[in-house]
C-alpha cells in the first residue's frame, strides 16, 4: 500500500473569532522555509571549487514550511500539532528568530523565552551554580537577576545539596530540571515550549505543567506549545493548528484540531478516504452511543477469553489453538464450532492466565489441542493446566509438520464425526483479512477449512479430501496467480463449484465476502449487527468466529490507522444509516479511541427527521 | 529610546561575554595542580628553552636575548591563540546557535578577550624576567594599553573572518594552523630583523605583527614610544582588519544555522 500524507487544508469545521480587540503577539505572514540540500555534501574549498568548476553545484530544494499564516493573541495558549518532520520545530525555530525565513515576514511583540531544548550551553565541566550564571547569561540575563532568583531557581530545580557538584556527575533529569527553572524563572511575554515536557519523570513532567499553568494563569503569558501528545496540548492550549509537511492543514480552537488530528493526523490513506472520515467527523449528526459495543482486551488471550465466555454454560469439550500463531486460530476456531465447543488460545511457552481461568469455568472435561508439532504437546499442556488450575483435563492434540497437514488432522477428526456441514474452504498460509471476513459465514455453517501449502500445486491429499468431503461449493480464498484456475479443474468436473474471492485490497474483499454471505443468508436479511475488527492485530480476531456466528454478525475490517479501512466502513453504516442495532469493537484497548467509535456511530445512527 | 535599548543590549551582552570568559577561564586550570600559575610559568619556560636554543645555534647579537624572545613569543601568542580559538567558536557552539537566539559575534569576541586576560597574566613572567635582566621599566609603559588595544583588533578582525569562513569550509581550520607556522618564523621573533636581506625589508613592512611585535620591544627593551607615523601605520592595520573580518561576519552570520 503506498503510503500517502495529505497536505491540503481542512476547512468549514473550525473556525477562529476574528479578534481585532486583542493584542498580536505573534504575526507570523505567508512564511516559507526552504532549504537547499546539496545533492552531495560539499564540505570542503575543494570539493566546492570543483564543482563550481564542472558547473554541477546544483542543489536540490526542500520545503520545510510552505505559506504559514498564524496571527497569536496575546495571551493564548496555542499548540502546533503534527508528525515528526512536519516543520513544527522548524517554525519554532523561525519564531523564536534562530532562523530567518526564506520568504514572508515573523514579527514578534514583547520577550521570548524559548523551550527548545533544555540545557543547549551547559557545560558538563562546570558546577551547578557556575552552569546557572552561565546559562542564565546566555538566554540574555542581568547578572542581577540570576542573584535575585538563584534561590528560586535551587529550589524548584531541588538541587540544593549538590550546587558544588560539576554536571557531568548529574542525573539527566537533574539537568532537565535546572534547565527548565532557569529557562522559566524569567516571566517572558511569550514563552515557546517544544517538546520538553516529554523528558524527565513523571513528578518533573507535572511539575513543569504547573509552572506553564501558573505563567499562563497568573501572568497572561503567550504560550507556543509543540507535542505529540495530544491530550496535553487539547488540556493547555486553546487554539491549535496541525501542520503536515510544511503545509498548514487546519487551524482552530485546540478541542477541535486535537480531534480531527486524532482521527486523521499520521493516518494513511488516500485522499478521498480522508475526506470521508473528516465530514463524518464533523457532521452534525448525533451519534447513538448505544449502538457501540466495546469488546477490548490486554492480549488475544483474554480476549479469546473474553469471547468465550459470552456464553454462559458449561462446555465438556474446549478446543485450544496457539495464539501466537494465525493459521493455529482460525483452524482451532472453525473445529470449535464444527464441535459447538468454545475456543480458547494459549501459547507455546505456557497457558496464560486467562485461558486457564476461563478452562476452569467452562469445567471442561476434554481439551483439543491444534498446533503444529514441536510446541503442540498434550502431556505437557496437561501439565501445565493442572499446575495453574488444579484440574486435570483429557487432552488430545491434533497435530502435524505443516500447516496443510495439520488442515487435514483437524478436518478428518471432525469428518469422522459428520460435524462438517458447510462448503469448504481453501486458503493459504497468511490470508489473514480475508478470512476474519469470512469467519462468522465459517463458523455459523460449519465449512471445514484447508490450507495449501504454499508455492505448490494442489496435493493429493488435498484433493482427495474434498472429493470425499463430497460438497457441492468449494470457496477458493487465494488469487489466480497462488491457485490457479486449472488447479481447481478436476473440481468442476466432479461437479464441484468453486467461488473465489480475491480482491485488490482486504477491505474490498471484507464488502465482497460480506456481499456474499449475505447473499447467501438470503430471506434472513440484512444484518443488524457488526463487529469491527482491525486487521493490523489479527489475533485479537482469530476466535470472532464462533462469536459472530451466535450474534449473527458480520465483521467489518476497521483499521483507524488506516483512513481507507474506515472510510470503508464509514461507507457500509451509512448505506445502512438506522438499520443497524448494534457495533461491537474488537481489539486491543489502544486499537480503537473513543472518538474512532462514536464516529462510526454517527455514520450508522438514524437521523431524526425533526 | 534606542539608545537605551542599545545600552541594554550592550550591557546584557557584555555580562554575556564576561561569563564566557570565566567558564573558559575556569574550565582551563580546573584540575591542575598550579592552575593559573601555568599562565606565568608556560612563557617563561618556552622562553628558556627558545633562549638555549637559538643562542646555541645562531648567536645572534642581541642585548637580553630571553626578554627579546618572551616580548615577540607572548605578543605572537595572543595574535595566534585568539584566531585561532575565534575561528573554532562558532562551531563549538553550534547546540547554543541552533537553540537560542543570541548575539553571534559574542562568541569569537569572547574567544579575543579571553586570551587577552591570558596575556595580562602572563605579563608576570616578562616583568620577572626585567627584573632578572635588570632593565628598568620607563614612562613608555603608559602606551601599552594602546598596543593591546591595536592587537585585540587586529586578532578579532582575523577571528571574525575565521569563524564565519570556518563554518563554510571546514578546510580552513586545518590550514590556520600551518598559516600561524609559517608566520611564526616570517616575523622576527627569535632573530633581530637585520639578519634579513635587504628585499625583504619591504615586505615585512607589510606584516603586521612585525609591526605589533617591533612596538613592544620598543615600550619595554628600550622604553621610547614609536612615533606617529608607526602609530598611524599600526591603527590602520587594525581597524582595516577589524573592518573586513566584521563585514564577512556580518554578511554570513544568518547561514550560520544552516551549516553547523
Known amino acids: ?610 | 529610546m534606542s539608545n537605551a535599548i542599545n545600552k541594554a543590549t550592550l550591557k546584557r551582552n557584555w555580562f554575556t561575554i564576561s561569563s564566557l570568559v570565566s567558564k573558559d577561564f575556569k574550565l582551563k586550570y580546573r584540575r591542575s595542580a598550579l592552575g593559573v600559575v601555568w599562565s606565568v610559568l608556560n612563557p617563561l619556560l618556552m622562553m628558556i628553552v627558545l633562549s638555549a636554543v637559538f643562542s646555541t645555534f645562531f648567536r645572534f647579537d642581541i642585548p637580553n636575548y630571553p626578554l627579546y624572545i618572551i616580548l615577540g613569543n607572548t605578543l605572537f601568542a595572543l595574535m595566534s591563540e585568539s584566531t585561532t580559538g575565534a575561528m573554532w567558536s562558532i562551531l563549538d557552539s553550534s547546540s547554543l546557535i541552533k537553540k537560542v537566539r543570541i548575539e553571534k559575534l559574542i562568541f569569537p569576541i569572547e574567544k579575543v578577550l579571553f586570551q587577552l586576560v591570558n596575556f595580562c597574566i602572563s605579563l608576570i613572567a616578562v616583568a620577572i624576567v626585567m627584573v632578572y635582566f635588570r632593565v628598568a621599566p620607563s614612562l613608555s609603559l603608559l602606551m601599552l594599553p594602546v598596543l593591546l588595544l591595536f592587537v585585540v583588533l587586529f586578532s578579532a578582525g582575523l577571528g571574525l573572518a575565521l569563524s564565519a569562513l570556518a563554518v563554510f569550509f571546514r578546510d580552513v581550520c586545518h590550514l590556520w594552523s600551518v598559516v600561524i607556522t609559517a608566520w611564526t618564523y616570517a616575523t622576527p621573533l627569535f632573530y633581530p630583523v637585520m639578519v634579513l636581506p635587504d628585499w625583504m625589508m619591504p615586505v615585512m613592512e607589510l606584516n603586521p605583527m612585525y609591526h605589533y611585535v617591533s612596538y613592544f620591544r620598543q615600550l619595554l627593551l628600550d622604553g621610547t614610544v614609536p612615533g606617529l607615523q608607526e602609530n598611524l601605520i599600526c591603527l590602520g592595520m587594525a581597524v582595516v582588519t577589524f573592518a573586513v573580518g566584521l563585514l564577512i561576519f556580518k554578511k554570513s552570520e544568518k547561514k550560520f544555522i544552516l551549516y553547523v
Not at chain 1, 473445529?335 to 468454545?342: E, G, N, T
Not at chain 1, 471442561?364 to 505437557?380: E, M, N
Not at chain 1, 483429557?394 to 460435524?419: C, K, N, P, W
Not at chain 1, 508455492?455 to 480464498?477: F, M, T
Request: negative net charge; proline residues 5%.
Open chain 1, 1 to 610: 500500500m503506498p503510503e500517502v500524507v495529505n497536505t491540503t487544508p481542512l476547512s468549514g469545521f473550525s473556525t477562529l473569532p476574528d479578534e481585532p480587540e486583542r493584542e498580536t503577539a505573534i504575526s507570523v505572514k505567508n512564511v516559507s522555509m526552504i532549504f537547499n540540500m546539496a545533492n552531495e555534501q560539499l564540505n570542503s574549498l575543494k570539493e566546492y571549487a570543483i564543482a563550481l568548476a564542472r558547473k554541477e553545484l546544483r542543489f536540490k530544494e526542500f520545503r520545510a514550511l510552505d505559506g504559514i499564516t498564524l496571527d497569536i493573541k496575546k495571551g493564548d495558549v496555542f499548540g502546533i500539532l503534527g508528525t515528526n518532520g512536519s516543520g513544527k520545530s522548524t517554525l519554532l525555530k523561525i519564531i523564536a528568530g534562530v532562523l530567518e525565513p526564506t520568504k514572508g515576514t515573523c514579527a514578534i511583540h514583547g520577550n521570548i523565552a524559548p523551550l527548545i531544548e533544555l540545557g543547549a550551553g551547559f557545560d558538563m565541566e562546570l558546577t551547578a551554580r557556575e552552569n546557572i550564571y552561565l546559562n542564565g547569561a546566555l538566554l540574555g540575563y542581568s547578572k542581577k537577576f540570576i542573584q535575585d532568583n538563584f534561590d528560586d531557581i535551587v529550589e524548584f530545580a531541588e538541587i540544593k545539596p549538590f550546587l558544588d557538584m560539576p554536571l557531568k556527575n548529574y542525573s539527566s533529569g537533574m539537568v532537565a530540571r535546572i534547565a527548565f527553572a532557569i529557562a522559566t524563572v524569567i516571566v517572558p511575554d511569550i514563552l515557546i515550549v517544544d517538546e520538553v515536557l516529554s523528558v524527565g519523570d513523571f513528578m518533573f513532567q507535572k511539575k513543569c505543567e504547573e509552572r506553564i499553568q501558573s505563567l499562563i494563569k497568573e501572568h497572561n503569558v503567550t504560550v507556543l506549545i509543540v507535542s505529540h501528545n495530544n491530550d496535553q496540548i487539547e488540556r493547555l492550549c486553546n487554539k491549535a493548528v496541525w501542520i503536515e509537511k510544511g503545509h498548514m492543514r487546519m487551524l482552530g480552537t485546540a478541542h477541535d484540531v486535537c480531534q480531527t488530528y486524532r482521527v486523521l493526523g499520521g493516518h494513511t490513506g488516500s485522499k478521498k478516504a480522508e475526506e470521508r472520515v473528516f465530514s463524518t467527523l464533523t457532521s452534525p449528526v448525533q451519534p447513538d452511543e448505544s449502538l457501540i459495543k466495546p469488546l477490548e482486551a490486554d492480549s488475544p488471550y483474554a480476549m479469546a477469553a473474553r469471547l468465550s465466555s459470552s456464553r454462559e454454560e458449561p462446555a465438556d469439550t474446549v478446543v485450544v489453538a496457539f495464539g501466537e500463531y494465525e493459521m493455529d486460530g482460525f483452524l482451532g476456531a472453525g473445529l470449535a464450532s464444527a464441535l459447538d465447543a468454545p475456543v480458547l488460545l494459549t501459547k507455546s511457552d505456557g497457558i496464560p492466565d486467562a485461558t486457564s481461568q476461563e478452562i476452569k469455568r467452562l469445567k471442561a472435561q476434554r481439551i483439543i489441542l491444534v498446533g503444529k508439532t514441536p510446541y503442540c504437546d498434550a502431556g505437557k499442556f496437561a501439565d501445565a493446566l493442572q499446575a495453574a488450575t488444579e484440574v486435570r483435563c483429557d487432552v488430545q492434540a491434533l497435530s502435524a509438520d505443516t500447516y496443510e497437514g495439520l488442515s487435514f488432522a483437524v478436518f478428518d477428526y471432525a469428518l469422522q464425526r459428520g460435524l462438517w456441514q458447510g462448503p469448504a474452504i481453501l486458503t493459504h498460509i497468511g490470508c489473514m483479512g480475508d478470512m476474519i471476513s469470512l469467519s462468522p459465514y465459517a463458523s455459523e455453517r460449519r465449512c471445514p477449512l484447508l490450507i495449501k501449502s504454499p508455492g505448490k500445486p494442489l496435493s493429493e491429499g488435498l484433493l482427495e479430501r474434498i472429493a470425499a468431503y463430497g460438497n457441492d461449493r468449494l470457496l477458493v480464498l487465494d488469487s489466480e496467480e497462488g491457485c490457479p484456475d486449472e488447479q481447481l479443474a478436476p473440481m468442476r468436473e466432479r461437479g464441484i463449484e468453486t467461488v473465489r474471492f480475491c480482491e485488490d485490497d482486504a477491505y474490498r474483499a471484507n464488502e465482497v465476502i460480506r456481499a456474499w454471505i449475505e447473499g447467501e443468508r438470503g430471506a434472513e436479511g440484512l444484518t443488524r449487527s457488526f463487529i469491527a475488527a482491525p486487521s493490523w492485530q489479527p489475533a485479537y480476531s482469530y476466535t470472532i468466529g464462533p462469536y459472530a456466528a451466535r450474534t449473527g454478525a458480520l465483521v467489518v475490517l476497521d483499521d483507524p490507522q488506516d483512513l481507507d479501512s474506515v472510510a470503508h466502513a464509514i461507507d457500509l453504516f451509512e448505506s445502512r444509516r438506522g438499520r443497524i442495532d448494534l457495533i461491537t469493537f474488537v481489539g486491543s484497548r489502544t486499537q480503537f479511541s473513543p472518538l474512532d467509535k462514536t464516529m462510526l456511530a454517527k455514520a450508522a445512527s438514524a437521523i431524526d427527521e425533526e
